[in-house]
């Protein structure tokens, strides 16, 4: 249209070689008009710029990166982190700082000299990037100061997952030629929106908490709040104890009825760990489960779960209380891991029991994070004769054509959804049509957390066919739960 217009254009333009090379040009098309004013020809003039260009962004790159590791600098972070604040603000979403300086780095430097610890800054500087996420960002401000950007974690303790992983990855020595050195650092954290609105702020309370860490004794990490602090503590505490916890026998499990609904006859428990600490009482999982699974401590802990729950299935046979299955979770790393399948097949032979005896529950989620390796476990499980549940149904991905897959018996009704059936539509046509899909698949429904006795209604009316919850009873101590099923049983037959 310019050309048109005026007779003239200039631009830049990617443009093709002969060879197939592109190449970045500066064009200048000029209009040459016969003696009527019409145009008889265009001249092009052009330079190839694709080096010039080139230099820009090699110099853009340098002007936001450190030279030494590459790393983005700070002028960089500040920019990331005044987009991030901004995408909070907006959208009510978290964001942490994590404040980095190496301990005792200068010792290092002076003895070793420079090159040597500018070697030890980029080894950092790629174990740092290592054991982060790729949407988190590693700065390196100058020195042996580091910045970490964590957004949207989930949870605090997510953050402090990542700061023990930082401090695990930098535990190995660094090799530095004739020189093996180790490294530590102290980590401060700060939080928005809890610990500051803006940049400054939170940069100013993440380093405070890092002179915590370094007074703390260095090679850890600290949370600028006193609350974020003490949470970090007990974790961990729990975490260290819990390596021997198993050990000591401090894990137990409590065992939850299961009750067939359209006859009120009890069907089976669900074992559910519990950990008996000496001095902070009795744990509940949803505290140390999570660390479990991160540490992977979770894969011991579940294959003792498995022994034990079998054991009990035994003694209690033998005392003369009627066959039933007892359901067992698994978490996603005993899934996909190459543990499970001996253990199961373990437990039924020592304790000379039919694979009818275990269930096996497992997520959904947990299924579909690595679905063909988690597949295939669960195939080979079936063929020792244990069923397999999936737990919390309807809270993960809840494919249907997924779950046509998946070699399983039951499914289990989320809580959540049967919490408000008498009162909310929505949740109970959830519920009716995961009742209509699992009968067109031929699978056991069970609904967790019933409370009442109008919710067990409803979901006998609904043909589901059974129920586990506090209505029935709670996760009792083994010797309650053999307690509870006797008197469930008598009652039972003075009905029938
Ligand atoms: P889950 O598998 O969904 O277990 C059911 C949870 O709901 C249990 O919590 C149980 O006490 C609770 N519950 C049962 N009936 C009711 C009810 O009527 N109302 C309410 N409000 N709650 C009810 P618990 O024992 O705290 O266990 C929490 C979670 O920890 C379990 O959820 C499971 O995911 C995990 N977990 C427990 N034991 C193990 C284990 O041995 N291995 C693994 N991997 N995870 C376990
Ligand atoms: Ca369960
Ligand atoms: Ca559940």
Redesign the pocket.
């Known amino acids: 249209r310019e050309l048109k217009a005026t007779g003239r254009w200039k631009g830049e333009l990617w443009n093709r070689r002969k060879s197939g090379e592109v190449f970045l040009e500066h064009q200048t098309i000029t209009m040459v008009p016969g003696p009527d004013g019409k145009p008889v020809r265009y001249v092009a003039v052009f330079n190839d710029i694709t080096e010039l260009r080139r230099k820009d962004e090699r110099i853009r790159h340098l002007a936001y990166h450190d030279p030494l590791t590459h790393l983005p600098n700070r002028q960089l972070l500040h920019d990331r982190l005044d987009h991030a604040l901004a995408l909070c603000r907006r959208e009510s979403k978290t964001l942490a700082v994590m404040f980095l300086d190496l301990d005792r780095f200068k010792v290092i430097n002076d003895t070793l000299g420079h090159d040597v610890g500018d070697n030890l800054l980029r080894e950092v500087a790629t174990r740092l990037a290592d054991a982060v996420r790729g949407t988190d960002t590693v700065a390196r401000l100058g020195g042996d100061e580091f910045v970490v950007l964590v957004e949207h974690p989930d949870t605090t303790g997510a953050v402090a997952a990542v700061a023990e992983k930082i401090i695990r990855a930098l535990a190995a020595p660094v090799d530095l030629g004739p020189h093996k050195v180790h490294v530590t650092t102290s980590i401060g954290i700060s939080f928005y929106p809890g610990d500051g609105e803006d940049l400054t702020e939170l940069m100013k309370n993440a380093d405070t908490a890092m002179y915590a860490a370094k007074a703390a004794g260095r090679n850890t990490y600290h949370f600028f709040s006193a609350a974020m602090n003490e949470r970090a503590q007990w974790r961990l505490e729990l975490e260290n104890e819990m390596r021997h916890a198993v050990e000591r026998g401090d894990f137990q499990l409590h065992y939850?009825p299961k009750v067939e609904l359209a006859t009120g006859r009890p069907c089976g428990a669900?074992?559910?760990?519990r950990w008996n600490h000496p001095t902070k009482g009795l744990i509940?999982?949803?505290d140390f489960?999570p660390m479990a699974e991160e540490t992977g401590m979770?894969v011991e802990?579940?294959e003792w779960?498995i022994l034990e729950a079998c054991g009990q299935m035994r003694r209690w046979l033998d005392a003369g209380l009627p066959p039933m299955t007892v359901a067992?979770?698994?978490?996603t790393r005993q899934l996909t891991g190459p543990g499970l399948y001996s253990i199961v097949a373990a437990a039924l032979e020592v304790n000379d029991l039919p694979p009818a005896a275990l269930e096996l529950?497992v997520t959904e989620s947990g299924v579909m994070d690595q679905a063909e390796r988690a597949i295939a476990m669960l195939e080979g499980l079936k063929t020792l004769g244990v069923s397999i549940a999936v737990?919390?149904f309807g809270t993960g991905y809840s494919s249907l054509s997924y779950l046509r897959k998946l070699p399983i018996n039951t499914v289990k009704i989320d809580?959540s959804f049967v919490m408000d059936l008498e009162t909310n539509e929505q949740d109970a046509a959830i519920v009716r049509t995961i009742l209509a899909m699992a009968q067109t698949l031929k699978l056991n429904v069970v609904a967790?957390?019933?409370?009442t006795a109008a919710q067990a209604a409803m979901l006998a009316e609904a043909n589901c066919d059974m129920a586990?919850?506090?209505?029935y009873a709670?996760?009792l101590p083994a010797p309650a739960f053999a307690e509870w099923l006797r008197a469930a049983t008598a009652r039972q037959s003075t009905l029938a």
């Not at 967790?448 to 409370?451: L, R």
């Open positions: 939850q669900e074992a559910l760990i509940s999982p949803a489960i979770i802990m579940g779960a067992v979770n698994v978490s529950e737990d919390d809580r967790e957390g019933v409370e586990q919850g506090f209505h709670r996760p």
